[in-house]
């Protein structure tokens, strides 16, 4: 997010983010599947996704939607329904439990799901995307698979850091930085004149974008 877009530096970090989420949410649904805990299964699942349709809006060119969009369609619709069906049978449950998760974390990521949904049937129904569409959705899509990964460390593993970054509010910080940042570019990328005539090049690197 720091680096020049289109640089050498940024394209090499790029690769390596994009490597590094897949494997890490791959890996967490691994182990959250070895240890029966549904709730973690789908929060990697979503963050797989988000990673994997985001790469895809900038690797290909602006022509129409394959195979891909559909399946990728058919995994946010079915997050979005077993998050929803959770988040319902933990509000009706004498615990307030679904899992050791209360409703409301099970509908901030079904309302996650369902707009990614959403943006997937919009590509569909238009047969493609372009421009500064495009750009936000890899942008947002990226920046909150970080924050997923991020609170997941941050927030929810708070005992393994030292006492400071638990008194100063460090690790909040840490884990709403994604969306700081991904508000910042969206912002950017939806009003600044550079982004407007200049869009994603047509198939070209999956981080070669417009400054």
């Given at each position: 997010?720091?680096?020049?877009?289109?640089?050498?530096?940024?394209?090499?970090?790029?690769?390596?983010?994009?490597?590094?989420?897949?494997?890490?949410?791959?890996?967490?649904?691994?182990?959250?599947?070895?240890?029966?805990?549904?709730?973690?299964?789908?929060?990697?699942?979503?963050?797989?996704?988000?990673?994997?349709?985001?790469?895809?809006?900038?690797?290909?060119?602006?022509?129409?939607?394959?195979?891909?969009?559909w399946g990728a369609l058919l995994v946010s619709l079915a997050l979005g329904a077993v998050t929803v069906s959770?988040?319902?049978?933990?509000?009706?449950?004498?615990?307030?439990?679904?899992?050791?998760?209360?409703?409301?974390?099970?509908?901030?990521?079904?309302?996650?799901?369902?707009?990614?949904?959403?943006?997937?049937?919009?590509?569909?129904?238009?047969?493609?995307?372009?421009?500064?569409?495009?750009?936000?959705?890899?942008?947002?899509?990226?920046?909150?698979?970080?924050?997923?990964?991020?609170?997941?460390?941050?927030?929810?593993?708070?005992?393994?850091?030292p006492d400071v970054l638990r008194k100063t509010g460090a690790l909040f910080l840490l884990s709403i930085l994604?969306?700081?940042?991904?508000?910042?570019?969206?912002?950017?990328?939806?009003?600044?004149?550079?982004?407007?005539?200049?869009?994603?090049?047509?198939?070209?690197?999956?981080?070669?974008?417009?400054?």
């Amino acid at each position: 997010m720091s680096f020049r877009k289109g640089s050498r530096r940024h394209r090499v970090a790029g690769n390596v983010f994009v490597i590094a989420m897949l494997s890490l949410s791959a890996s967490g649904v691994y182990l959250a599947i070895v240890k029966s805990q549904p709730g973690n299964i789908l929060g990697g699942v979503l963050t797989f996704y988000l990673v994997a349709t985001a790469w895809m809006t900038a690797r290909r060119s602006d022509g129409e939607p394959g195979i891909f969009d559909w399946g990728a369609l058919l995994v946010s619709l079915a997050l979005g329904a077993v998050t929803v069906s959770y988040g319902l049978e933990a509000a009706n449950s004498q615990t307030g439990l679904k899992y050791g998760y209360s409703p409301g974390p099970y509908f901030f990521l079904a309302s996650v799901a369902l707009l990614a949904a959403t943006g997937d049937i919009r590509i569909l129904v238009r047969r493609g995307i372009s421009g500064t569409q495009r750009l936000a959705r890899h942008l947002w899509r990226m920046c909150f698979a970080l924050f997923i990964a991020a609170a997941s460390i941050f927030l929810a593993r708070q005992q393994i850091f030292p006492d400071v970054l638990r008194k100063t509010g460090a690790l909040f910080l840490l884990s709403i930085l994604p969306l700081i940042l991904m508000i910042f570019w969206l912002f950017r990328v939806r009003f600044a004149n550079a982004y407007k005539r200049k869009s994603m090049p047509r198939g070209g690197d999956v981080y070669s974008l417009p400054t």
